[in-house]
């Protein structure tokens, strides 16, 4: 099973693929989408490109996405939504099943702890995807993500990933 996660971010959204075979869990690449153009819309395709140019590249059967939480700036939180439905719409428009997680739940998965800072996040990252390197936190967030999704995915999202190649 190939796992895609996504951190979603209008300006940068980070990304990272992870290869999953039984409890092994191996690194194969990590990145960001940064947003291009002067209004929303130009920003919000571009981010599509280049999300939509990552599945290409790396075909994970796959993907998970954190959730949005609310917090008091209420226009920050309806732009981070926006960009969450890029992050949505990708995988869906390639016929990958997508699950949603929790910031707190990522990180007691990865970390042990549901209020773990960026560095811990990444520390542990590092811990269980030997060799691999991230240029920013958002890569090591997209990756954190998708971990999650290897521990709590299930037997549901594993027939769901042979669907889903059977009709590739």
């Known amino acids: 099973m190939r796992v895609l996660g996504i951190d979603p971010g209008l300006r940068n959204m980070g990304w990272g693929v992870i290869e999953v075979s039984g409890s092994r869990l191996s690194h194969v690449a990590n990145g ?3 947003s291009v153009g002067d ?29 949005t939480f609310v917090n008091k700036d209420g226009a920050g939180t309806l732009k981070l939504g926006q960009a969450r439905g890029i992050a ?4 869906a428009q390639a016929g990958v099943p997508v699950a949603e ?14 209020h773990a800072d960026k ?18 936190a958002d ?8 971990i999650c999704h290897a521990h709590h995915g299930g037997a ?5 990933a042979a669907i889903g190649e059977a009709r590739r």
Request: net charge neutral.
């Open 32 to 34: 960001v989408c940064h």
């Open 39 to 67: 209004d929303l819309a130009g920003r919000l395709l571009s981010l599509h490109e280049q999300l939509t140019e990552v599945f290409r590249a790396y075909m994970p059967t796959m993907a998970a996405v954190e959730q």
């Open 119 to 136: 560095r811990q996040v990444q520390h542990m990252v590092a811990m269980q995807l030997p060799g691999c390197h991230f240029d920013s």
């Open 88 to 91: 949505l719409l990708v995988p």
């Open 156 to 160: 549901a999202s594993r027939l769901a």
């Open 139 to 146: 890569a090591a967030d997209a990756l954190a993500i998708a």
């Open 101 to 114: 997680y929790a910031p707190n739940q990522i990180k007691k998965t990865v970390v042990g702890v549901g």
